[in-house]
């Protein structure tokens, strides 16, 4: 049997993301997202207390404008 899957989407404005400290996670002088973001931020939009079996696939670049796709099984 095969785990319920969603797909959520989340798109917010790079001023937006300063709560999550981006300006000091710089990599070949860009912005990126901290890992512990994702993980709050998919906290918040899915009203769950606690994640597990969290990969995260690939960083994510910040620009004015991102979207972030994150595959949830239940």
């Given amino acids: ?5 969603r797909v959520l989407l989340l798109e917010r404005r790079l001023q937006d ?3 999550y400290n981006i ?3 710089i990599v070949f002088g860009r912005p990126v997202l901290p890992g512990a973001a994702h ?3 998919v906290l918040e ?3 769950v207390s606690r994640l597990t ?3 995260i696939m690939s960083p994510v670049v ?3 404008d991102v979207t972030m796709q994150y595959n949830l099984n239940s």
């Fill in 53 to 55: 079996d969290v990969e």
């Fill in 45 to 47: 939009h899915v009203g």
């Fill in 17 to 19: 993301l300063n709560a």
């Fill in 62 to 64: 910040m620009t004015d």
């Fill in 39 to 41: 993980i709050s931020l």
């Fill in 23 to 25: 300006n000091d996670h």
């Fill in 1 to 5: 049997i095969q785990p319920a899957h």
